[in-house]
């Protein structure tokens, strides 16, 4: 019963696989070898976008920081969600790597920026002129921090704005196939058919073993950006083992099923939810995390049994009246299986049943 | 024949069989897993340094940068050599992490900083009292750029001039474990014994997929330091996977077994290089890189059968009489074979013997 | 008729006076002049804090950034107002200096910080541990933007609650004077014995060229000051003419006189706003800003006879009905006559008198 | 007996007078007032560049690493001479402003950069593509740091090598009026006629309190360049108190006028100095400092009578044989009286003349 994170996954055999395929003999350093050609090739037609140029990091904190110092300079701001991924959870990484710019934090219900709030923000910015910071940038979560999905008509209603302002627009793609697979659409209309300029690919989260892709739809930065990755310390020498495996993510759609099976988990464990006495849905379940609330005793339950998740925010306390509800974050990945979630209702609905701890194969 | 670089090898079965066994189940994320435990020990009872602090990055920039960034405020200089590889091969990436720190470059034979010039050096610095930049770290690489090895006698040399001015002393060790091997000494020997403050403990080119240690012997920095690694994106999420390799990596000494036989390899080079007629060696050969010069004819026979090196310095042409010798750099690996060795060196005098391509296992 | 600003007004003739006694014959460069010294000991003698360590500068932001690079890591974020001067109108120069730390918004009355809400900001910050921005200091403008004064005791209340988390305080007093004066408080009980480590004391919007003190009463950081001002190219060689001004300007509390001076001319404003027909007082007229509104129409006989001010904000237009209040901007200086001030209510308030526009000598 | 810089000199009365009456009435901040229309105009003309942006910033140093920073980028080098004041003495201002570029040192004659060196660094910088820095900026000093001057002929022959590498040229012109007047040529012909592309022009040294003007011949970075200086904490509220003193300075060529009268005493100086027993020059004498060496005991003479000046490099002493040589830098400004040099060079050859101590006025 571990939903704590999808980053605490184990990765599935086909990355296995491809790693140990990619070990045989010497291969060229640094991006100069066979499977980051197939790499590029491989998102190149998965997004439509025979001119975009793509390169692996591995981190998404890294992807999301170096896309953005190519995006906005350091006078300038980056418009994101209160709660996003930018702001809340990389001690500072874009500000360290644009060279101390700002970030402007919006309201929107779940995670998603709203649009009139953008249109405010960026008509406010720069009034004063050479004294206060510039507009820069737009950066959006898809899937959001909070679980929900962006539609591409509502990326392309904030890329609108940003347009009219003359702004590039990011996605932190973090858990993008599980938006992409939720929203039933293509690669290519959430992103660049939506007006999205760079897109952060995650890999890891989805089970990779750290893996992102940085997608530069416009070209026209791209030796900037493998400037500024090399800067960093992103460029990894024995590269190949970073192509391997997002090569392996991308072959025959291993990254939509694999965001398939968490979302349905996760749509599993949400209705579950939903049907307990005294339990709430904080925001709707739209890709692979649920946000609830249940009962007090139902916590101490898990607990007690082990299950791993966070209580959000996280620093409430179990202590108390066992009928009063207390709020949680639960993430599915590829892996969660039923069974796993089936026990974890029973048990926070009082049950005792015994739980399966082992991992399945995925596409089985 | 593949001499490019160490970074062109792949991974010893040791470190692919750990992947796979890191992989069953879950793993609490960022370093809080059991490998993570288990590499923290190893370094420690491997350097006999039971207080200090390790840390796994994913490349050599990474970790020599976010060293350095913890030595040397934003106003001060690093004295390095003149061809060190935080000054000619990280694309600023000291000056990045420091925040616009300096480096200041010094001579001394076969890349080790001539103590003479760095004391002079640290004393010419700051003359100006605010008007110029500060004394800030020493940093020496070792094995050095040049394929030679400070003894643990002249790393003290240097930390003593270093501790007289009031300065840590970083070591770039991405080559760390075939400079311990050449000199014979244990790995505390070599560093804090020796007064290195931190160590970027190379596993990359020795044999890793990607992994780095910096190895923080005074740990009063090391939440700044994780800070930093955080901040710069350089904090894993699926951390088992570094940590496993690593783990694998100095466990049975595996570490120093795989240098031993790089040195071994270039050693076998470099003496059949130095009897061979017309060639020169630029530098000792006391790692795993050779820098010889020998006729043009024998390159254009090297590289007519595929053979992998880089002239050095890399701007010079294969045009010209073929008796004119030219230079070279020639890296062994782990899994440099003594066949492949021999069948370069009669290559190269003129013979014509088939060369062996399959990589064998190590440690049999 | 001219309340766009304090940063309008000339200086007073003591300044002037001090610039041409200072001009004769050579003077030791960066600080190493006689009236430097006197600088030195007025201001440890007016805030009683013979420790403290004083430094000059020409800009109030070059003063601010300066001060909270010393303070904040480029890892944490500084707790300010949301319209606190160093978030809005200095063009990110605190995420220049400090390297890209962040500044959190805060709520709070009058442009003073609510404690409750920098509380409760302080616990939730960090709680991520690694991932997230860390505490770094606090900053609070005395003056307000708003035209408010904290009091000796509300200072104090603020700085319990950065002291208990540990935190430093920064006090941004470009109109420090004005607050002081207002207050009718010592210049120590206002800062050090009310918690504040480092004070940005404005000189320039108080009747300086270009002329700002920060004073460190904690002089531990000093020398990391003097690195950091160096750098950023803000110590003057030509220091005496600096020096000569802010000398001048503590001389028999002359800084105190002035700023006496355009707070009694803001409290006229103010009271005769207050009690024109369908006006009203955004907040209290604390020290030399008055914030008001009053019918579009007084605004349109203003703006025709050339008197200048901002609307505030400044987007709003004069179009429209007359009588619907608009709101304004207006500051005094140390030079505002009483005379200038009474023809601008007469105007508004539907009057012809003519004004006059000669300054008049202060103190007299 | 003043000589140990320019920036210990008084300002003339013509600056002090354009103070006194720019000091009357209200004027708009930051750059919105007349006096700085006037010293745009009046830089447009004195360079025949009705084209260029001229901004204004209180320090060298800023006007050095703003420049540079709008012309370099962070994973970039400048290449400056080795003894550059943008390298020796700035504090790592460059580095700083321009977010961690590096400065790449290069030798030449008298402080001035030697072409092929130059053309052979341009050559090696990049050569291994994303892993070292790329090539940023030319910096040249005129007049230089050792007291010589570059003709426009040689300003144009460094010129040629960096315009056919792609990179701009920017000129630190502390002394540019020195240069001017000693070259005999328009400042047009030492600038953007001979390749220069950004002009720190120089005014405190020869004769303000504190003014130099950055020159964009070419006005496409002018916006990022007023940003920079912002957010550096260098755009004066009060800007009248620099544009009066830059516009006095420029009317009436007062500059030249002073720099010729600093020119005119050090020629003196150097004529009296190579003429004394065991004196001799260490460079050219071509603006307004003098480089020499002569006997220690002439040293004891000067230091005993309050000389000012300093040995160079500074960190001799004066102990030992009174006839070995000692060298030292002597700099002469617009106030440098005859007198003044004929009764220095007569206590150092031995004699016991009095010496005058008042400034006189200049250009009457």
Partial sequence: MHFASDNTSPV??????????????????????????????????????????????????????????????????????????????????????????????????????????????????????????????????????AGAVYTPEEVAAISRIARDAGLPVHMDGARFANAVVSAGCKPAEMTWKAGVDVLSLGGTKNGLMGVEAVILFDPSRAWEFELRRKRGGHLFSKHRYLSAQMAAYLRDDLWLKMASRANAAAARLSAGLAALPGATLLFPTEANAVFAAWPREGHRRAQKEGAQYYLWPMDQGLEGPGDVPLSARLVCSWCTMDEEVDAFLALIDGGTESVPTQVPPPNS
């Fill in 12 to 145: 599935p055999p086909q990355v296995l696989e491809a790693l140990i395929e990619a070990n045989h003999g010497y291969a060229m350093p640094y991006g100069n070898d066979v499977a980051t050609s197939e790499v590029r090739d491989a998102v190149r037609a998965a997004f439509e976008a025979p001119e975009a140029e793509v390169y692996l990091v591995a981190t998404g904190t890294a992807a999301n920081a170096l896309a953005l110092a190519c995006l906005c300079p350091p006078w300038a701001t980056v418009y994101c969600h209160r709660t996003a991924h930018v702001e809340e959870d990389e001690c500072g990484a874009p500000e360290f790597y644009t060279g101390g710019a700002k970030l402007t934090l919006l309201g929107g219900e779940h995670a998603k920026i709203d649009p009139g709030e953008l249109e405010r923000a960026i008509g406010f910015t720069a009034r004063a002129g050479v004294h206060n910071v510039q507009r820069g940038a737009v950066s959006i979560t898809n899937a959001t921090e």
